[in-house]
């Protein structure tokens, strides 16, 4: 679990049960009123079927922090008139993009790794048959209908770890949620103090996720502030987005207190792309601006000037995404 202060916590690994609905029994039953009639005993009906879809809501395993079996609708009993049972309904779980579904029993490991997809988890049993269908030549009236049978049950350890091919990482209150929020469809908090955000959130542009984590500072790795434990979750993206304050008076600084805490966290991370985004230049002078690009230039990195009221600086950063 990522620890927070003040929020929610944000479940990043859970088990789960899933069972799927069991097939509902055959009917016996003969004809009314009618010593020829025959046996008419409908079919039982099909147990619902578990599926699951992926989705960019990375708190949706809340949902599951209290009850966790999911299950489907069993299928009713076969009717009589060869009616057959009506089917269990389906179930639809939501589990966010990025989770790791191990099953508990075969070790075989899902990864739901494209958002908006579904697949089938747990299929529901078939139906009995009734006494109707088991009739034939040599036995026209069976007095016995089949059973229906039971649906598939799976337990998985669900854990979370975010797919996002850009990271927006920097010190507090860089300016990263509102980042996000300007290229993509998040809606994240914004707030003009630190640690606003607590939990990472998610965006898309173009069909690729952009990760906004909470801010890091100096001592991240000993605890201090929110920690380093979610920087886990940028493990896998391609392209580190470094947000640093054109505002703070020694931009240099900031960028080493992050990769400092990158490093005691995994040090492949420095070894990630990295582009150096110098955001809020439209409080600074453009002389200022030079003057805070040419002290990153040792770094040897790209250093794109960025602020969410300027258009033309904003696409300059979506060439960057695309
Ligand atoms: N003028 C100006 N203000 C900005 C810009 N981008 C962000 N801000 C402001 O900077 C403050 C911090 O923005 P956030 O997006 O919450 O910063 P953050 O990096 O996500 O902060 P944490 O979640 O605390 O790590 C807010 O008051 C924003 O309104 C910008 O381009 N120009
Ligand atoms: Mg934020």
Redesign the pocket.
């Known amino acids: 679990m990522i620890n927070t202060q003040h929020q929610a916590r944000l479940i990043d690994e859970i088990d789960i049960s899933f069972k799927a609905g069991h097939g509902g029994p055959g009917r016996v039953s003969f004809v009314p009123h009618n010593p020829h009639g025959g046996p008419d005993g409908g079919d039982g009906g099909h147990g619902g079927d578990v599926y699951i879809r992926t989705t960019t809501d990375l708190t949706a395993l809340k949902a599951f922090s209290n009850k966790k079996v999911v299950e489907a609708v069993d299928g009713e009993m076969g009717g009589k008139n060869k009616r057959n049972g009506a089917a269990g309904a389906d179930i639809m779980v939501e589990l966010p993009l990025g989770s790791i579904l191990t099953e508990k029993e075969s070790e075989k490991i899902i990864e739901l790794d494209s958002p908006g997809s579904v697949i089938l988890i747990c299929q529901g049993g078939i139906g009995g048959r009734g006494n109707a269908a088991l009739a034939h030549s040599r036995r026209t009236t069976p007095r016995f209908a089949q059973k229906g049978r039971p649906g598939e049950s799976k337990t998985f350890l669900v854990s979370l770890k975010l797919i996002a091919e850009f990271g ?1 990482i ?12 300007s290229l993509t469809n998040a809606t ?11 939990e990472p959130n998610l965006g898309v542009y173009r069909n690729k996720i952009i990760a ?1 984590i ?2 890091l500072i100096e001592g991240a790795s000993e605890g201090k502030g929110l920690g380093i434990k979610f920087l886990k979750h940028i493990e896998k993206t391609k392209v580190l987005l470094h ?1 640093i ?1 054109s505002t703070s008076s020694d931009v240099k600084r900031d960028y080493l207190i992050v990769r400092n805490e990158l490093a005691s966290f995994n040090k492949d991370l420095l070894d990630k792309e990295e582009v150096i985004l110098l ?5 600074i002078s453009d002389q200022e601006l030079k003057a805070k690009q040419k002290k990153l230039t040792s770094l040897r990195k790209k250093v794109l000037p ?5 258009d033309q600086l904003l696409a300059n950063l979506r060439k960057i995404l695309d």
């Open positions: 927006l920097g010190l507090p209150n860089a300016g990263k949620s509102s980042l996000l929020n994240a908090k914004i707030g003009d103090y630190d640690f606003t955000t607590l906004d909470p801010g947000c304050d955001t809020k230049t439209d409080e960025i602020s969410i009221l300027d």
